[in-house]
Every structure is written in C-alpha cells, then in structure tokens.
C-alpha cells in the first residue's frame, strides 16, 4: 500500500492542476468576452451620439436656414446611408424613428411657411420652443416633431447612461 501513496499524490496534484486550469479558463474567457461586449457598447453609444448630432445639425439648419426637397432628399440620404453603416449597433426602432423625426422636422418647417404667419416665422428661426401656434397645422406639426425628438431623446439617453 505505501507503495501507492507517491502515485496518489501525484494523481491528486494533477487532478489539482486540471481543475485549476478549467477554472482559469473560464474566467479568461468570461474577461476576453467582457471586453468584447465593453468595446461593443462604447462603439453602440458613440453611434447614438453621432445619430443625435446628425439629426439636431439638421433640425438646427432647418429652423436658421430653411431647406428646400432637394437639400431634405440629400440630407434623407446621408441619414440613411450612416445609419446603413451603423445598422449593426442602433435598433431597428431606432433608425425608424430617426426617420420620422428628420420628416417631422421638415414638416413642421413647411407648416411654419405655409402659415405666412411673421411671429411663428419669427420663433421658428430663431429657434424658440415652442413656436407661436397660430394655426391647427402648425401645432400639429410641432408636436409631432416634438413628440418623437422626445422619444428618441429618451433612448438615446438611456444608451448613453449605460
């Protein structure tokens, strides 16, 4: 039996060690796929922030400048061609709503025409929030922008906050 006892030990240590070699690389492999999914949502968030920039650039240009079909098809297709370029890190809630929210915005800015009401002009140039409803058109377009700019501001923060 004492002649055993040296192949027991042994078989014990090397039991020993596989477990402890499972374990290690289970755990390296738990840290390899949390900086992974770390590096996915720093990219995911980054994506939100530029989506915001993208679509606030435009709503802001649309409020000074005014924009034309032309320049909302150009800027409809930028959109669209940043979000076929981050579809793998925004939903795809979020690139509809993205949408919505850029043809309420030139929407509303078209309301705001039509009305040939100076004070809405005014406010709607200067940026003002809200804008003089002087017409059912015009308060109905800016809620509408209003309402999903709030919708995706809401997401956007929620991603961002982690």
């Not at 996915?40 to 649309?62: A, G, H, P, T």
């Not at 030139?106 to 003089?132: I, L, R």
Request: neutral net charge; proline residues 1%.
């Amino acid at each position: 039996m004492d002649e055993y006892i040296p192949i027991i030990t042994a078989v014990i240590a090397l039991i020993g060690t596989v477990i402890g070699l499972i374990f290690g690389y289970r755990k390296w492999r738990k840290e390899q796929h949390a900086k992974k999914l770390d590096q996915f949502n720093k990219d995911r968030q980054e994506s939100y922030k530029d989506l915001w920039n993208c679509l606030e650039d435009f709503n802001i240009k649309v409020r000074i400048e005014g924009v034309d079909n032309k320049d909302f098809f150009k800027h409809r297709q930028n959109l669209n061609a940043f979000l076929l370029k981050k579809g793998i890190y925004i939903d795809e809630e979020d690139i509809e709503l993205s949408n919505k929210y850029a043809e309420a915005v030139f929407n509303f800015q078209e309301a705001v025409k039509e009305s040939n009401n100076q004070e809405a002009k005014s406010d709607f140039q200067g940026t003002s929030s809200p804008v003089t409803e002087q017409t059912t058109e015009i308060g109905n377009a800016q809620k509408r922008a209003l309402k999903l700019r709030d919708e995706l501001l809401k997401k956007i923060r929620r991603i961002l906050s982690g």
